[in-house]
T-cell receptor
């Protein structure tokens, strides 16, 4: 399977702390994307990092990509209760079709 | 960015029946994607719907079970046919936001289906 794998599966932290989620994948990619899913809602795109990029920032989000290790991490700094959600990585495989392959997700709980 | 309306938001259906899910986008899009998200699981692509041609199904999904219509560039339907409890899932419609391959996706809020 080409599916990415996130870890941890679940993460519980206090408001103000940083949250780090990791994603590993199996074959060469065009890009890797992170999405958030609030309970009962659809997914919302957070950030895209291309295969030739190593780090990207967007507000309190920082994404890194290590193509040699086939892994990515999502860091949320100064977390808030509103960050409570499931986070998924999705990979666009090199030479593949339009479709994205989603990982299993990390369920983040930020306690007030 | 595209706004996607998906109906119904949830439904409880009896086994053996069918449910048609509608997806309306507020702008014209070339490709629409239907995903399934089983309880506590990740998303699995069911099929890609292009206007004017038959949908392209992923391995493990067939047209007889999940017929798709794409009558124009803003609308698509997915039917879950002859349902069984194993079909209980969230079904999500999505569209690409850009013109490059594998650009980010916009998602509807999903249809939460329970089959009894």
């Amino acid at each position: 399977s080409q599916q990415g794998e996130e870890d941890p599966q679940a993460l519980s932290i206090q408001e103000g702390e940083n949250a780090t989620m990791n994603c590993s994948y199996k074959t060469s990619i065009n890009n890797l994307q992170w999405y958030r899913q609030n309970s009962g809602r659809g997914l919302v795109h957070l950030i895209l990092i291309r295969s030739n990029e190593r780090e990207k920032h967007s507000g309190r989000l920082r994404v890194t990509l290590d193509t040699s290790k086939k892994s990515s991490s999502l860091l949320i700094t100064a977390s808030r209760a509103a960050d409570t959600a499931s986070y998924f990585c999705a990979t666009a495989y090199l030479g593949g079709s339009e479709k994205l392959v989603f990982g299993k997700g990390t369920k983040l709980t930020v306690n007030p | 960015s595209a706004v996607i309306s998906q109906k119904p938001s949830r439904d409880i259906c009896q086994r053996g029946t069918s449910l048609t899910i509608q997806c309306q986008v507020d702008s014209q899009v070339t490709m629409m994607f239907w995903y399934r998200q089983q309880p506590g699981q990740s998303l699995t692509l069911i099929a890609t719907a292009n206007q004017g041609s038959e949908a392209t199904y992923e391995s493990g999904f067939v047209i007889d079970k999940f017929p798709i219509s794409r009558p124009n560039l803003t609308f698509s339907t997915l039917t879950v046919s002859n349902m069984s409890p194993e079909d209980s899932s969230i079904y999500l419609c999505s569209v690409e936001t850009g013109i490059t391959i594998s650009s980010p996706l916009h998602f509807g809020n999903g249809t939460r289906l329970t089959v009894t």
